[in-house]
């Protein structure tokens, strides 16, 4: 069984890891609780800040989202 209910949410999380590693960074994981899809939108938190998110397109894969400009 996977750590999240949803395939593309655990997905999001193994490609956020690689992310880090391949930066040489080590990153928060991602929180069970917190994260999670709605719709198309996977979203990736931990204590309540956002780590990631990414966007479930129609084929399934997975791209990484922007944060939205202030």
């Not at 996977?2 to 997905?11: E, G, I, N, Q």
């Not at 609780?33 to 198309?40: A, M, P």
């Amino acid at each position: 069984m996977s750590y999240f209910d949803d395939d593309a949410t655990d997905r999001a999380a193994a490609a956020y890891a690689r992310k880090g590693e391949r930066s040489g960074l080590t990153l928060d994981q991602p929180s069970r609780s917190d994260s999670g899809r709605e719709g198309d939108t996977v979203t990736l938190r931990s204590g309540g800040r956002l780590l990631a998110r990414f966007r479930v397109r129609p084929d399934g894969t997975l791209r990484r989202s922007r944060p939205a400009k202030a």
